[in-house]
């Protein structure tokens, strides 16, 4: 394993039945609910840029909710609308997320292999550049969860996020 990786954040999935996923993780698998992020305007209206389906979703709603498996590693469930059994949109949210320490210095050393890097999955079309200003790395959860954020793809095209806590992350504040 690379120096700079320390560990696995979360897992994530879209769900085609959010309250039936929510209840399955919470509920019947009895992990515990820390935090939930809300749809905010910019959320959807970026969502609707990207040409992604919000259909019915207003600000306010639950977007994210982290569910705690043990200290500081989550199953992350996405609220998002499905549309039958042939919707592929929902894919791009499906990753797993690996934490580091100093996501500058990931950052640059999976650049010097050649690995492109992006601002939240590839399909947003978001790539990240360099070079790196004073405060060069993506927010996460859309700079809801206080945490740095970027994405990088393995070679079959599956997302991995790569995060570094910080001092205000709620995955770091809810064990407080």
């Not at 910019?42 to 990207?50: K, M, P, R, S």
């Not at 992604?52 to 994210?64: M, Q, R, S």
Request: aromatic letters at 14%; proline letters at 7%; one cysteine or more.
């Amino acid at each position: 394993m690379l120096n700079y990786l320390k560990g696995l954040t979360h897992v994530t999935f879209t769900c085609k039945n959010f309250p039936a996923m929510r209840a399955f993780y919470r509920d019947t698998l009895g992990l515990k609910e820390v935090f939930a992020l809300p749809y905010n305007e910019a959320i959807l209206q970026g969502f609707v840029e990207t040409g992604y389906a919000v259909d019915g979703l207003k600000p306010g709603e639950i977007w994210i909710v982290y569910l705690e498996v043990a200290p500081r590693q989550f199953v992350e469930l996405f609220n998002l609308p499905y549309h039958g059994e042939n919707d592929t949109q929902n894919e791009g949210f499906h990753h797993f997320c690996l934490r580091v320490e100093d996501i500058v210095a990931a950052a640059r050393e999976l650049e010097a292999k050649g690995v492109p890097l992006y601002n939240g999955p590839r399909w947003l079309n978001a790539p990240f550049t360099s070079p790196y200003p004073e405060n060069p790395i993506a927010e996460g959860c859309q700079g809801q969860c206080g945490s740095l954020a970027f994405y990088i793809q393995d070679p079959e095209g599956n997302e991995i996020e790569i995060m570094q806590y910080t001092t205000d992350s709620l995955q770091v504040k809810c064990r407080v």
